[in-house]
């Protein structure tokens, strides 16, 4: 079973999953990763933060409680 896994499960490189990163986000994370200013970063998790919110709000207005 082991031997399966391995033929098959492709072990490459794994990208790393930020959900909520736009363009903006990752500008921020550049511009953080250079510097180390810690404002910088504040900003990054108040824009990731945000965006998040923003999607749940969405999400939650178009839900619809006709059918269970």
Known sequence: MSKAAHST???????????????EAQELLDKYEK??????????????????????EESTARMNFTYS
């Open 9 to 23: 499960i492709p072990m490459g490189l794994c990208i790393m999953y930020v959900p909520f990163m736009d363009d």
């Open 35 to 56: 510097s180390g200013d810690p404002d910088i970063a504040d900003h990054l998790i108040e824009s990731l933060d945000a965006a998040r919110r923003a999607r749940s």
